[in-house]
């Protein structure tokens, strides 16, 4: 079992910036790949970004986002730059089990955090 917590969320102007943390309860967190995932009120998760083998983003964050591990501390960080009112939502991190994929169904990810609140105003 691997629990997950993010932490790093908060309230943010149009166009700053904010640094998301995924920290993991296991010492195999590097085996796992990591998703990213936001829900915004009255929408579905979406796919943000994953970071294993492979990097991958989806269209409306990429240049802006940027996915990091850091194996020592067993956290995977989500730097958010130029930020846009539409960004804003619940952000979650996910665990898969297939250190190489880039997939961006929710299914594919069996761990879950529960999540961090991202506001930004404009």
């Known amino acids: 079992q691997v629990q997950l917590v993010e932490t790093g969320g908060g309230l943010v102007q149009a166009g700053g910036s904010l640094r998301l943390s995924c920290a993991a309860s296991?010492?195999?967190?590097?085996?796992?790949?990591i998703g990213w995932f936001r829900q915004a009120p009255g929408k579905e998760r979406e796919f943000v970004a994953v970071?294993?083998?492979?990097?991958f983003y989806a269209d409306s964050v990429r240049g802006r986002f940027a996915v990091s591990r850091d194996s020592a501390k067993n956290t995977v960080d989500l730097q958010m730059n130029s930020l846009k009112p539409e960004d804003t939502a619940n952000y979650y991190c996910?665990?898969?089990?297939?250190?190489?994929?880039?997939?961006?169904?929710?299914?594919?990810?069996?761990?879950w955090g529960k999540g961090t609140q991202v506001t930004v105003s404009s």
């Open positions: 996910a665990a898969a089990p297939d250190y190489y994929t880039i997939s961006r169904r929710t299914n594919d990810y069996a761990y």
């Open positions: 296991v010492s195999t967190f590097g085996r796992y790949a």
């Open positions: 970071r294993g083998a492979n990097e």
